[in-house]
């Protein structure tokens, strides 16, 4: 997985009922863009996130990776 400032953290939800959560990209801790990274949701919650096979990275806009 690899992923630049600004692009979008989408995590499914993994739980009948359990909402997506979605949130930007704020700061890349891994080498190459690699995880971890931190990420400010949507609900203005920030944290550090290891993406698992229930995320996916949606660049922003006008960028493809």
């Known amino acids: 997985m690899q ?10 939800g993994n739980v009948v009922g359990q909402p997506d959560r979605m949130g930007r990209i704020i700061e890349v801790r891994g080498e190459a863009g690699g995880p971890p990274y931190v990420v400010r949701f949507d609900d203005g919650h920030e944290g550090m996130v290891y993406p698992g096979p229930d995320c996916v990275i949606e660049p922003r806009e006008g960028v493809s990776h």
């Not at 992923?3 to 499914?12: E, K, N, P, S, W």
């Open 3 to 12: 992923a630049d400032i600004g692009d979008r953290l989408h995590v499914h």
